[in-house]
């Protein structure tokens, strides 16, 4: 008889495949730290050296930026500091260009990125993300008094948008819902929010950080409703960093109960910083 047509042989050889299939797999887990996670080197290695490394790309004010003395100033640099403060290390700041940004986690230049970054779904399984501490998400503003109370409100209304921007595409959407939206669009997020406050369009679509920063100047300006488009910036860090997670969630979690979140927003996007 020959060998493959042996049971026992046969029996022997799926054995063998599923040991090895068996092997592969936990290996796989193991490297994943989905299987019997190890400590978090990330919050090893920040104790150690008693410095918390954040990326962060200095070239979006009111964010991030740098003051006439080339130090790095911003919404995102107190945020890091008071964050640093709650886990009880130095920080250091890392500059780094945008794009680079989540490759210095992974590659471990950086501990963790506070940058005005957007969460991504599509890198959930490359680094963690915490809960956002702002949105940036597209909003329905009006002007301040205005009887537009919703998105449900807009029928024969001009609606302002920045030209090609997902302002832009969340209104052609409603207009394919309602098409007797008029869509005006100008060139600029701020023709766009000028002509609202100018009594030329009766409401605007646009994105957080323009429309609180015309609050910050004394725009009279107000947000209706939940953002269309959601963009939340987010703290990213590395996958295997479980222990710096919690403690940056317990942290965003007090920094948003005493206030801090509100007062930094209140500081970065006022007319007089």
Do not use: C
Not at 29 to 47: G, H, M, N
Not at 62 to 91: K, R, S, W, Y
Not at 238 to 261: C, K, N, V, Y
């Amino acid at each position: 008889m020959s060998r493959l047509l042996d049971p026992r042989y046969r029996t022997w050889v799926i054995a063998t495949l599923g040991v090895v299939l068996l092997i592969v797999v936990l290996g796989v887990l193991w490297q994943r730290e989905v299987l019997f996670p190890s400590v978090d080197r990330t919050w090893l290695a920040i104790q150690e050296r008693g410095r918390w490394r954040v990326g962060m790309d200095p070239s979006f004010p009111p964010f991030e930026m740098l003051d006439e003395n080339g130090a790095p100033v911003g919404f995102d640099v107190d945020l890091a500091h008071a964050l640093a403060d709650q886990l009880g290390v130095e920080l250091e700041i890392v500059a780094t260009g945008f794009d680079g940004l989540v490759d210095a986690v992974q590659v471990g230049r950086v501990d963790s990125v506070i940058s005005a970054l957007p969460f991504d779904p599509r890198l959930t399984q490359d680094v963690r993300y915490t809960t956002p501490y702002f949105e940036a998400g597209t909003r329905l503003a009006v002007s301040t008094g205005s009887p537009i109370t919703s998105i449900d409100e807009l029928t024969g209304q001009r609606v302002a948008v920045e030209w090609g921007s997902m302002s832009d595409a969340d209104v052609r959407q409603l207009q394919r819902q309602d098409p007797s939206i008029e869509r005006l669009p100008y060139a600029t997020a701020e023709e766009a929010l000028a002509a609202l406050l100018a009594g030329e369009a009766d409401a605007l679509v646009v994105d957080g950080v323009t429309l609180r920063l015309a609050q910050g100047r004394g725009a009279a300006v107000e947000a209706v409703g939940a953002p269309l488009e959601g963009d939340p910036y987010v703290i990213a860090l590395p996958l295997h960093a479980s222990r710096l997670h919690a403690l940056l969630e317990a942290a965003l979690a007090t920094l948003r109960e005493d206030g801090t979140l509100v007062r930094l927003e209140e500081k970065w996007f006022s007319e007089g910083r």
